[in-house]
């Protein structure tokens, strides 16, 4: 298993991040938080999980290892695959995700894109006694710049949202702000419950 990369970052996708590794590019899908923290032609260390089908070898990526434990332990419950996963974790901080993994808060997991109150139950009792300990921690929070408004509209968008709601979700967003600017996993969490009202 590839459990990390480290390299320089050739390429920032919408959904992904080109890792320059021994002069192989590899393709690492991350959320949009994680993206947010990476810049083109820095170097980046990303904890990774590597996922094998039949027909591909997908590399998902997280800003550290917490974030990845996390993946793999929602990848273990029946009906979650690694978009949903990777959905909850943009959706939610890791330490939200436990304690309402731990807490039976079936709320906090129907506000992710793909997940209805009976997928949210079943993962609560799958999850419960794997989850481990529940404190604060990571808080995932990548690092802002001037391009907040394209990163929280990308992020939108790779959770399956159209152009226009996306559209709408920035300026919504842009109106709540007074002041300093939150970094940019803030921002797109606030899109994405501000999205889910209108559902």
């Not at 990848?75 to 959706?91: D, E, F, K, S």
């Not at 109106?175 to 939150?182: H, N």
């Amino acid at each position: 298993m590839i459990a990390s990369v480290r390299g320089v970052v050739a390429a920032i996708l919408h959904d992904s991040a080109v890792v320059e590794v021994g002069g192989v590019g590899m393709r690492v899908f991350c959320t949009p938080g994680t993206l947010a923290g990476l810049r083109t032609g820095a170097e980046a260390r990303l904890a990774t999980t590597l996922i094998v089908r039949e027909d591909s070898l997908t590399l998902y990526g997280f800003a550290d290892d917490g974030e990845r434990q996390l993946f793999d332990l929602l990848l273990t419950a029946n009906g979650v695959g690694p978009r949903i996963a990777q959905a909850v974790l943009a959706v939610h901080q890791p330490d939200i995700v436990r304690r309402a993994i731990a807490g039976g808060e079936i709320a906090v997991l129907t506000a992710v894109p793909g997940i209805g109150k009976r997928g949210a139950e079943k993962m609560i009792v799958e999850l419960k006694d794997k989850i481990g300990p529940v404190g604060f921690g990571d808080t995932g929070a990548g690092v802002l710049n001037g391009a907040w408004q394209e990163q929280v509209r990308q992020g939108v968008l790779a959770l399956g949202w159209s152009a226009s709601q996306a559209d709408q979700a920035v300026a919504a967003v842009t109106e709540t702000i007074d002041g300093e600017v939150p970094p940019v996993p803030v921002l797109l969490r606030q899109a994405i419950r501000l999205l889910g009202k209108t559902r």
